[in-house]
């Protein structure tokens, strides 16, 4: 990537000194880092139970009723396996070997995304330019929603408190029909020009994209009646679709987060990488061990940000460090006591920017 702002380097680096007491956090603890047996289960748990419910939707039941609360709960789990296993795994924190945090990251192909393209749209762009308009391909939702003062306004933005959450359902199928196509054309996600695909990359591309729709569309409507994979497969995608696009959004695009400009000049932005991080993110519901547990961390977003290689069942406690480094250092810690909480500020703050 070329071009792209510029953090700036501090002294006394906060980052620098939080990865010290982060790690040793972890040395007197006499721990890994990775998830472990505890993310092995998880991801057993969602994968088996998602299977599961597929295959006695497909060959043992005609009943429509029961096919579509099906489909509903698919839908949940399929934003499960992207929170838990997809996540970990493209971030290298499910297990300390590898081979398995590839396999996991790679179980989005079957589920009609891109492991490829997900890996530069989010672990290289989103995670280094949080926040930062016309960079982080996340607050791109242009004409229909205005995420971000830096972004035009058009009358329809008025309405987008109201409508948004038709829009979000749409993600996941804007996203595995739609986006990754457009990206993979372009050769670029935003302004950003990705690395040049190998033969390899090409064939995973294509065949994933494929087997996805052997899978999930031929079969369905050979086993079912087109009609009906129809109804299922839109209710699974739109509950999919709004589940990851809430959680994504209560992170980032809140009352209190920031939407940081590059220096005109210089290109550079105002802060150190790790204040950037703190400023352009929001935690939510972290007493609530069933949303943490669901979410895989990721209502523990600033840790996330901070601490991407670090499995998400560590991130109740080195949470503690992290507020800790912010009150030492005067930086804003934000967090949302509940879910709902978060979810109205997300909407008070949308509602103000259509304004």
């Known amino acids: 990537m070329t071009g792209h702002p510029k953090f700036i380097n501090t002294l006394p680096s906060f980052h620098a000194e939080l990865k010290s007491r982060i790690s040793l956090y972890f040395d007197k603890k006499g721990i890994s880092t990775a998830g472990g047996i505890h993310s092995y289960f998880k991801s057993f748990v969602f994968l088996a139970t998602f299977f599961g419910i597929y295959t006695f939707i497909l060959f043992f039941t005609n009943i429509l009723f029961l096919q579509i609360i099906l489909s509903v709960i698919l839908g949940f789990l399929i934003a499960c396996i992207g929170f838990n296993v997809v996540h970990d795994g493209a971030h290298g924190s499910l297990s300390k070997k590898k081979s398995l945090n590839t396999l996991a990251a790679f179980t989005l192909n079957i589920f009609g995304g891109s492991h490829y393209m997900w890996n530069v749209k989010h672990n290289i762009i989103h995670h280094s330019f949080t926040n930062v308009d016309g960079i982080d391909d996340d607050l791109e939702l242009s004409p229909f929603m205005r995420l971000c003062k830096a972004q035009k306004i058009n009358k329809l933005h008025k309405y987008q408190h109201i409508y948004f959450w038709a829009l979000y359902s ?73 589940v990851l696009s809430i959680v994504f959004q209560l992170a980032h695009t809140v009352e209190h987060t920031h939407f940081p400009i590059p220096n005109k000049i210089t290109g550079n932005m105002e802060d150190e990488w790790a204040i950037h991080q703190l400023k352009t993110t929001a935690n939510f519901a972290t007493n609530n061990k069933l949303i943490s547990w669901f979410l895989g961390g990721l209502n523990f977003q600033i840790e996330h940000h901070l601490f991407p290689k670090i499995s998400h069942i560590h991130y109740p406690e080195i949470s503690k460090i992290v507020k800790q480094m912010c009150n030492e250092y005067g930086v804003e810690y934000i967090e949302y006591k509940r879910m709902r909480n978060a979810l109205a500020s997300h909407i008070s703050y949308i509602k103000n920017l259509g304004r």
Do not use: Q, R
């Open 170 to 242: 749409f993600l996941y199928l804007f996203w595995i029909l739609v986006s990754d196509y457009i990206k993979y054309f372009k050769g670029k996600i935003g302004e950003f020009s990705y690395k040049k695909m190998s033969a390899y990359d090409h064939f995973i591309f294509w065949g994933f994209k494929a087997f996805h729709l052997l899978i999930f569309v031929a079969l369905p409507i050979l086993t079912m009646s087109f009609l009906t994979w129809l109804i299922c497969f839109l209710v699974y995608s739109l509950v999919a679709g709004l």
